[in-house]
């Protein structure tokens, strides 16, 4: 097993968000987690990534192996996990370029691995950027600055593909972009497929799942996840909505 | 008051030792102004924290100093001279070693005409029209004792004039190496910079010391940059860390023309350095950029006063300082918009980051703006590097001194970018990063 989360509790500002995640990855596998707005999908990203933010309160991450929570967020990333950020932060005199050679060679040293030549570097730059259709002018510029929204998310599957994770954890990548750009940014995450590594896709709409299609689905609802399923339930809550589950929530619950 | 009574009255002194060595030379027309400034410097005092303009500029570690003028034995060979001077740079040179002129280890070679580039002490000894037409008319002496302290001891410097229409390809570059070798000496270095009209240039000003000794260097810098005339001024301020550095830079911008200066700021116990802009007539355009990185207990102090005497002037400012340690920082900044000064534009910023927690900087918009239609905008940031950019790089692999060494490079890198020419960008890359690097590390 790739990742396993247990009993997960995680609060920010004094606020539980997280109440009891439970949640099982293996290598090969795409998990899609759907949900309404303020149910703690993005949390779940956050607190995988290793955001100082958030505190965790209860519950264990194991990640191949290792205790996740007890990580640095720099060395989740060098242990192979990737979050590709809702809001990608824009670093205005940071270029994309410095920014991914610096993060490949401290993977690498971190890893025990020699660093990367500039030629052997920028081969690689070149054939990852087109998996996403990335314009070649974007890689020098300044990370994210003045991007459009659909080239900030191109730039994170782009990152993604550069640094080869084992996880990558999808936070909201659909949000805001048009049909083609959202067909690019899908193609890119199903060509990084592979039996080695796992994605999770976490987003509010089930259109995603329509490029990207998951072996799971999970619904996460205020802070549990309260329904898993195979693909057609990704369809179901198309089809009814997320009220749908409030009712079955409740009746739960009742 | 007593304190200060002791170092004045070494000025004092000094200045009369100065004359009686300028033999011949003190009957020369430049000795009236000296004598002026002077005796402006007798009747003036030295600023306390109770004057505005120095309120958190506290000078007592320089007025406890007592300077000389003697002069230094220096030894320093052409070979010697390649190590301060920036590596691969094509200029006129001008070094200046301890304040005086070396035409042995100056480069001046292939000088076009339309283009003079001369010491200032030679060509007062003989009365140069030209230079005297301008020099100490621009840096007003009256009022300021550090101005008029400088201007008594004017003894040498560059003289720069670029005729009408001339475009000089090649900067101007000015060295003032000072070899102090432990002596408290104080300099005066004096530049006169003459754009002609529809003249192009770039002066570079670059201050290195050979060892760490104690001295004071008191410059003022006279720009006058003639209709439509381009001027780009880069400067290099390397002192020692026990040196005072108190800079004043004057600019007179007639119509259409258009001044730029780049200040990179190491080096120093105090640096002050007061850059001020007057727009004489209209059109005319002026950006002031700096970078200053300070540590242990530096002080940085920049005040700057630009003066929209005209309408349709754009000025642009943009200082930039790190701060660790218990270093101190000050920034003033004064835009003058005058009555008639109609459609002006003036844009301020000044950004700091703080990498300790004694650490401190003072900054200060003052706008005081007397026209109606007007464009005037100013900010200041003063924190700790962003959170949400350290996480995000984080997120990647980067550890904590690799992210913070981006993010700070980053915070100063559109300062260094702005400077045109390569080998100086190339050079204060280097320091900067290099400097960057080591308070990271250390932190």
């Given amino acids: 097993m790739l990742l396993e989360v247990k009993n997960l509790h995680a609060k920010v500002e004094g606020k539980e968000i997280l109440k009891g995640i439970n949640l099982q990855v293996n290598k090969g596998e795409v998990h899609a987690i759907m949900g309404p707005n303020g149910s703690g999908k993005s949390t779940l990203a956050q607190v995988l990534a290793g955001r100082e933010e958030y505190e965790v309160t209860k519950g264990e991450v194991i990640y191949n192996g290792k205790n996740l929570l007890e990580l640095a967020p720099e060395d989740r990333a060098r242990e192979g996990v990737f979050l590709a950020f809702q809001y990608p932060i824009e670093i205005p005199g940071v270029s994309n370029t410095n920014l991914l050679k610096t993060a490949m060679n401290e993977i690498r040293k971190y890893r025990g691995q020699e660093e990367l030549d500039a030629m052997e570097f920028l081969t690689l730059l070149k054939e990852k950027m087109e998996i996403v259709e990335l314009d070649q002018s974007l890689i020098s510029r300044s990370v994210n600055e003045g991007f459009s929204g659909g080239e900030k998310k191109k730039n994170e599957i782009f990152q993604m593909a550069v640094l080869d994770p084992m996880l990558s954890i999808l936070d909201e990548t659909d949000s805001g972009l048009d049909i083609d750009a959202l067909r690019i940014v899908a193609n890119g995450v199903n060509k990084l497929k592979s039996d080695k590594n796992a994605t999770i896709v976490v987003t509010h709409y089930q259109r995603l799942l329509n490029y990207i299609v998951p072996d799971f689905v999970h619904v996460l609802y205020k802070g549990k996840i309260v329904k898993s399923g195979k693909k057609d339930l990704a369809l179901k809550l198309e089809e009814k909505g997320y009220d749908w589950l409030k009712v079955e929530d409740l009746q739960v619950v009742g | ?443």
Avoid at chain 2, 361 to 376: G, H, M, R, S, Y
């Fill in chain 2, 1 to 443: 008051m007593d304190k200060n009574k002791k170092i004045k009255e070494s000025f004092i002194n000094n200045f009369h030792i100065f004359e009686n060595k300028l033999n011949g030379e003190s009957k020369g027309d430049f000795h009236k102004t000296r004598n002026d400034a002077f005796k402006n410097f007798t009747n003036l005092d030295f600023p306390n924290s109770k004057n505005e303009e120095w309120k958190y500029t506290n000078i007592a570690p320089l007025l406890s100093q007592i300077f000389s003028i003697d002069k230094v034995d220096s030894k320093i060979s052409k070979d010697d001279i390649k190590k301060y001077l920036l590596e691969g740079i094509d200029a006129h040179i001008l070094v200046f070693i301890n304040g005086d002129f070396s035409s042995e280890l100056s480069l001046l070679k292939d000088i076009n005409k339309g283009i003079r580039i001369d010491s200032i002490k030679d060509k007062l000894k003989n009365n140069d029209s030209e230079l005297l037409n301008h020099l100490g008319k621009y840096a007003d002496y009256r009022k300021d004792i550090f101005t008029s302290l400088s201007t008594a001891f004017t003894n040498d410097g560059a003289f720069i004039k670029v005729d009408d229409n001339i475009i000089s390809e090649k900067p101007f570059y000015i060295l003032y190496l000072t070899n102090a070798q432990n002596n408290s000496i104080q300099t005066q270095p004096r530049n006169l910079i003459l754009g002609g009209k529809n003249s192009q240039f770039t002066i570079i000003e670059h201050f290195v010391s050979i060892d760490d000794s104690t001295y004071f260097t008191n410059t003022i810098t006279e720009v006058l940059a003639e209709e439509n005339s381009v001027i780009d001024h880069i400067k290099i301020q390397e002192e020692s860390r026990n040196a005072f550095h108190f800079a004043r830079m004057e600019v007179e911008l007639e119509r259409n023309s258009n001044f730029t200066s780049h200040l990179i700021s190491l080096g120093g116990k105090i640096s002050r350095n007061e850059m001020n802009a007057k727009f004489n007539n209209e059109g005319g355009e002026s950006m002031l950029n700096g970078l200053f990185l300070i540590e242990d207990d530096q002080l940085f102090d920049v005040h700057s006063k630009i003066d929209h005497a005209k309408p349709h002037c754009n000025s642009h400012e943009h200082y930039k300082g790190i701060l660790d340690d218990a270093s101190r920082g000050v920034f003033n900044g004064k835009i003058m918009v005058r009555k008639d000064a109609q459609k002006t534009n003036a844009f301020q910023q000044n950004n700091n980051i703080l990498l300790s927690k004694e650490a401190l900087i003072n900054t200060k918009p003052q706008l005081e703006i007397f026209a109606d239609d007007v464009k005037c905008s100013h900010g200041a940031t003063i924190g700790q590097l962003d959170k949400e950019a350290k996480f995000y790089l984080k997120s990647r692999g980067i550890g904590e001194e690799a992210a913070n060494i981006i993010l700070l490079h980053a915070f100063a890198s559109d300062v260094i970018n702005l400077i045109k020419v390569d080998a100086v960008k190339n050079y204060a890359e280097e320091i900067i990063t290099k400097r960057i690097n080591e308070r990271i590390k250390e932190n």
